[in-house]
T-cell receptor
């Protein structure tokens, strides 16, 4: 089985722009979670999707949004980018809630 | 705020030695998980221990859980240079359904010197 695939691997944007990150979960996994990782704050939960519905959302501003498609693929969008949005964005999938997470390699976003 | 906090923040040992990392958390849990991350990459699941378990083994890994102290430890025996990575504990804070999420600590950076 293919693992969790995140694209792109690296992204450079300027302040004020918007960005869309993509995540393809492992086949059969219906739950997709997103995390932001920074040196200062560590890993912080962004949101979780299950069967195209957002089940839970972390403490992030409304500029951060996401969605999940019928094939379980997920995207997250950050609008009006700020310098502090520079981070590694990780996507993870799991077949059932409470089980282990399978992570992608992440998208390294740099905001200049 | 972080649910889990690892200790120490950094650990440097020689190949062949054992490495012990600790994790403390704040609220009750259903399970606790340990993950490993090589620099700038995704996390890899190592082991999951349920709240009703006290100890679990997987290869060279041994995890203990003390729910009365809200703490867990990860022991890596006979370490190798390839074990160099950051190690994170993650807890579910007894959440479930629409409230479920895993909360990660800030991690322990383990360096194993050849």
């Amino acid at each position: 089985k293919a693992g969790v695939t995140q694209t792109p691997r690296y992204l450079i944007k300027t302040r004020g722009q918007q960005v869309t990150l993509s995540c393809s979960p492992i086949s059969g996994h219906r739950s997709v979670s997103w995390y932001q990782q920074t040196p200062g704050q560590g890993l912080q939960f962004l949101f979780e999707y299950f069967s195209e519905t957002q089940r839970n959302k972390g403490n992030f501003p409304g500029r951060f949004s996401g969605r999940q498609f019928s094939n379980s693929r997920s995207e997250m969008n950050v609008s009006t980018l700020e310098l502090g949005d520079s981070a590694l964005y990780l996507c993870a999938s799991t077949p059932v809630q409470g089980a282990k997470l399978f992570f992608g390699s992440g998208t390294q976003l740099s905001v200049l | 705020s972080q649910q889990g906090e690892e200790d120490p923040q950094a650990l440097s040992i020689q190949e062949g030695e054992n490495a012990t990392m600790n994790c403390s958390y704040k609220t009750s849990i259903n399970n606790l998980q340990w993950y490993r991350q090589n620099s700038g990459r995704g996390l890899v699941h190592l082991i999951l221990i349920r709240s009703n378990e006290r100890e679990k083994h997987s290869g060279r890994l041994r995890v203990t859980l003390d729910t009365s102290k809200k703490s867990s430890s990860l022991l890596i025996t006979a370490s190798r240079a390839a074990d160099t990575a950051s190690y994170f504990c993650a807890t579910d804070g007894n959440s479930g359904g629409s409230n479920y999420k895993l909360t990660f600590g800030k991690g322990t950076l383990l360096t194993v010197n050849p």
